[in-house]
């Protein structure tokens, strides 16, 4: 529970997020404590759940990833068989950034990345529209990423 983290605890989180590289003991110094008892700190703060994991975040552009769509699928049969059998897949295909199941006129909001708009294309005919259940899709395609994984508040 957040009500648990005091404001040292928050300051440590919220330099983590921000660089999760840092080292003990810079992230010692930008929050105040020596480096032991922050290194405590983090650890109590890793084992509590109140990190889930560290990894670096690549860039698109470089990777050659030039399309961000945002994918609402609907389902026309509503049973939990079929939305088991569409999650255990969407989970196996890596252009598919991030699943939501949703409230709302479609069943889940998916983040899909694509090389270009052909690839974008290829991928919704052969793989999208294959899936179990999928009865209806409708894409938004980003025009320009105002903000993207940006860290959670700790207020």
Partial sequence: MTSDLDKTDRA???AIQKDGRISNARLA????L???PCARRLKRLENDGYIDQYRAMLSRSALGLGVIAFVYVRFAVHDRATATRFEREVQAIPRILACHNVSGSADY????VARDLDDYGTFMRDEMRGLPGVTSV???LSLREV???GALPLS
Avoid: P
Wanted: charged share 20%.
């Fill in 29 to 32: 110094e930008a929050v105040g």
């Fill in 12 to 14: 440590i989180l919220a």
């Fill in 138 to 140: 409708e894409s938004a």
């Fill in 34 to 36: 020596s480096e032991t």
């Fill in 147 to 149: 903000k993207a994984n």
């Fill in 109 to 112: 909001i998916l983040q899909v």
